[in-house]
């Protein structure tokens, strides 16, 4: 298989699913999957635990970024196990640190912020590596070499955020601006492209009363950006220019978030300039260029097939699937709605 042809088959995919989704998840009945009978009122109604599709596109963004770095990795001889290892100890950061900057930045207890957990994986991940490779590097037989392991991360992460903004649109969160609201430009631009969300229930309805309100689809904008940015990495990275790589999908990512913030109507902290996860994203690309300055750029031979193969494997498989449903029990169970349920016997069919 060639790596244009690869590429070109992702994006396909890409396309066909952002096609849908934009035009499907705004609506009412995209929040809730199921609902799980908890615990029996007085009245005999249940009250129910909401399932959500906000978790299911979550978890499939979260797995979507763990195949392409098994895949990314596996192509320069990295073994899945220890790209497992890899993965387990980034998401110790970042998953914890997710929930922990937003309730500093946000004051909000049951809420995840993606730009925090951002940047505390940068911040991390260059060391994990190096701590990876010197206590686990003899039992693999392999290093992982830096710069590439960080740009098959950064990539990875490119895939992930741009697929799980399809959350956001479920959900309604980080949501834009009303369109009437933007300078002239602007609202020209957005007249006949934006969101408009039904449902009370979603976030941009009771946290920003604009359900059934022409809104900025940042979400939209934000999935296909990052897409096509993980899409031109990824090329690059196939063909060993590593550090263009990295960079490409980290600057990329990281000054959208903070333009994209100029767009956003959502509550992202008190600041009035400049947001925490704005400077943040900033300080992210920083960081990480000093950081490809101070490593030597190895540069291992890349094989597509060899990627792909190092998914071919029964427990790796297994793997992918449990990481899929652990991260849909976090993030899948809504804490902010709920549900009453009744149920009854159609006594015609008894």
Same mark, same amino acid.
């Given at each position: +298989?060639?790596?244009?042809?690869?590429?070109?088959?992702?994006?396909?995919?890409?396309?066909?699913?952002? *096609?849908?989704?934009?035009?499907?998840?705004?609506?009412?009945?995209?929040?809730? &999957?199921?609902?799980?009978?908890?615990?029996?009122?007085?009245?005999?109604?249940?009250?129910?635990?909401?399932?959500? !599709?906000?978790?299911?596109?979550? =978890?499939? =963004?979260?797995?979507?970024?763990?195949? $392409?770095?098994? &895949? @990314?990795?596996?192509?320069?001889?990295?073994?899945?196990?220890?790209?497992?290892?890899?993965?387990?100890?980034?998401?110790?950061?970042?998953?914890?640190?997710?929930?922990l900057i937003a309730?500093?930045?946000?004051?909000k207890h049951y809420?995840?912020? &993606?730009?925090?957990? @951002?940047?505390?994986?940068?911040?991390?991940?260059?060391?994990?590596?190096?701590?990876?490779?010197?206590?686990?590097?003899?039992?693999?037989?392999?290093? $992982?070499?830096? &710069?590439?392991?960080?740009?098959?991360?950064?990539?990875?992460?490119?895939?992930?955020?741009?697929?799980?903004?399809?959350?956001?649109?479920?959900?309604?969160?980080?949501?834009?601006?009303?369109?009437?609201?933007?300078?002239?430009?602007?609202?020209?631009?957005?007249?006949?492209?934006?969101?408009?969300?039904?449902?009370?229930?979603?976030?941009?309805?009771?946290?920003?009363?604009?359900?059934?309100?022409?809104?900025?689809?940042?979400q939209a904008i #934000?999935?296909?950006?990052?897409?096509?940015?993980?899409?031109?990495? #990824?090329?690059? !990275?196939?063909?060993?220019?590593?550090?263009?790589?990295? +960079?490409?999908?980290?600057?990329?990512?990281?000054?959208?978030?903070?333009?994209?913030?100029?767009?956003?109507?959502?509550?992202?902290?008190?600041?009035?300039?400049?947001?925490? !996860?704005?400077? $943040?994203?900033?300080?992210?690309?920083? !960081?990480?260029?000093?950081? $490809?300055?101070?490593?030597?750029?190895?540069?291992?031979?890349?094989?597509? +097939?060899?990627?792909?193969?190092?998914?071919?494997?029964?427990?790796?498989?297994?793997?992918?699937?449990?990481?899929?449903?652990?991260?849909?029990?976090?993030?899948?169970?809504?804490?902010? *709605?709920?549900?009453?349920?009744?149920?009854?016997?159609?006594?015609?069919?008894?």
């Amino acid at each position: +298989m060639s790596n244009e042809f690869f590429v070109v088959s992702l994006a396909t995919l890409f396309g066909a699913s952002f *096609t849908w989704a934009f035009k499907t998840l705004p609506r009412e009945n995209w929040q809730i &999957i199921a609902s799980v009978p908890r615990e029996k009122g007085a009245e005999g109604n249940w009250r129910g635990l909401n399932l959500t !599709y906000y978790g299911f596109f979550q =978890a499939t =963004a979260n797995s979507l970024a763990a195949v $392409m770095l098994l &895949i @990314l990795l596996g192509a320069i001889g990295v073994p899945a196990a220890q790209t497992f290892c890899l993965l387990i100890a980034i998401s110790a950061i970042c998953w914890p640190s997710s929930r922990l900057i937003a309730r500093l930045v946000e004051k909000k207890h049951y809420t995840f912020t &993606i730009g925090g957990a @951002l940047f505390a994986g940068a911040v991390a991940t260059p060391w994990i590596i190096q701590l990876l490779n010197a206590t686990l590097a003899d039992a693999f037989g392999k290093r $992982m070499p830096v &710069i590439p392991t960080l740009a098959a991360v950064a990539v990875a992460y490119a895939y992930g955020e741009g697929f799980g903004r399809l959350s956001c649109i479920s959900f309604g969160c980080c949501y834009g601006k009303k369109v009437e609201q933007l300078a002239k430009p602007l609202r020209r631009l957005f007249h006949s492209a934006n969101f408009v969300f039904a449902g009370s229930t979603k976030k941009v309805a009771y946290e920003g009363n604009m359900e059934g309100v022409h809104v900025v689809p940042v979400q939209a904008i #934000t999935a296909v950006i990052y897409s096509v940015t993980a899409l031109a990495s #990824t090329y690059l !990275y196939l063909e060993s220019r590593f550090k263009t790589a990295l +960079m490409l999908a980290l600057i990329l990512t990281q000054l959208w978030r903070v333009i994209s913030e100029l767009l956003r109507a959502d509550f992202r902290g008190k600041a009035s300039l400049f947001s925490a !996860y704005q400077v $943040m994203a900033i300080l992210a690309i920083i !960081y990480l260029f000093i950081v $490809m300055l101070s490593f030597t750029t190895e540069t291992p031979p890349v094989d597509i +097939m060899r990627g792909l193969g190092s998914l071919w494997n029964p427990l790796i498989l297994l793997l992918c699937q449990a990481h899929w449903l652990a991260i849909f029990l976090i993030t899948g169970r809504s804490m902010v *709605t709920g549900s009453t349920l009744t149920f009854f016997v159609h006594q015609d069919r008894v």
